[in-house]
């Protein structure tokens, strides 16, 4: 079951909810089924992992933050 972030048109609340797919979720605050569904970070997160994972080689160790390049070692 999918969580979402939603923003309330009647009162602008935002808020996050699990939901189902046959679901119509109504704003907690208010009530009102009058919603619009916001872009999640996780989901952007999620999306952003997925394709730089699937078209960038993974490497070990060679530098940047965290490999010792950045001299936090």
């Known amino acids: 079951m999918p969580i979402y972030e939603y ?3 009647a009162c602008g609340a935002a808020f996050e909810q699990l939901v189902r797919a046959s679901d119509v979720p109504a704003c907690p605050y208010c009530e009102s089924p009058s919603l619009e569904r ?3 970070a996780a989901a952007v997160g999620a999306a952003g992992v997925k394709s730089a994972g699937s078209s ?3 490497t070990t160790g060679g530098g940047g933050c965290c490999g ?3 001299g936090c070692h």
């Open 7 to 9: 923003s309330c048109t």
């Open 56 to 58: 960038l080689p993974m």
């Open 68 to 70: 010792g390049g950045c």
């Open 38 to 40: 916001r872009m999640s």
